[in-house]
């Protein structure tokens, strides 16, 4: 009879489930061997001795969190790019169009796991040019498909004017906002990006 261990996956719900500490130790841990492409095969799971020092590792963390509560995270700088979208110039603006900007090319959507509940900054940076005088650009920041705010970026008092069409490049928005740890949806898009008023 073979005496099966945990896979990464049941050793994190394990964990949760009976100490109340979602910080996914195993993800440390080595990758699970597979069979017939299942990684929960008794015979297959082996116990290597870098798996069981992960063990020992592990094990002494989540017994600190359980006791004590999570330890105080320092704070960090993730970034996230919205990679391989073309975006083409159009003078024409088009009779219907995703007001919300959310399925245009130039939005970004992201889903992140926030390690502790708190508050957080998270920065829009825009790029691209529009002419000279046109309306504000506003960007909103939307987590788990409901808007939480939208700011303006003033061209006139930020953007650069090379001749007559303003270059946002390397301009940003910046948002504050409380989340709950876990895994949310993130996504930042220009609102009415159409409508623009000429001088």
Do not use: C
Not at 26 to 50: E, M, Q
Not at 55 to 67: G, H, I, K, N, Q
Not at 116 to 140: H, I, L, M, Q
């Amino acid at each position: 009879m073979t005496v099966r261990r945990l896979n990464r996956a049941e050793y994190n719900n394990t964990v949760r489930d009976l100490l109340g500490v979602d910080t996914r130790p195993a993800d440390d841990f080595p990758h699970d061997d597979t069979g017939y492409g299942f990684d929960n095969i008794g015979d297959v799971l082996s116990l290597s001795p870098l798996l069981m020092e992960r063990y020992m590792v592990a094990a002494e963390r989540v017994a600190r969190t359980a006791l004590f509560g999570p330890e105080a995270s320092k704070p960090t700088v993730v970034r996230r790019n919205s990679a391989g979208r073309h975006i083409s110039p159009s003078p024409d603006v088009p009779r219907s169009y995703d007001e919300t900007g959310l399925t245009l090319p130039n939005a970004l959507h992201v889903t992140h796991r926030f390690p502790a509940a708190g508050e957080y900054t998270v920065r829009a940076f825009v790029g691209g040019s529009r002419p000279k005088a046109s309306d504000p650009v506003n960007v909103a920041l939307w987590i788990d498909g409901q808007r939480v705010e939208t700011i303006a970026l003033d061209p006139e008092a930020r953007a650069a004017f090379p001749g007559f069409r303003q270059d946002f490049a390397g301009q940003f928005v910046e948002f504050r906002t409380r989340l709950a740890a876990g895994e949310h949806w993130v996504a930042a898009a220009m609102e009415r990006m159409y409508p623009v008023a000429s001088a």
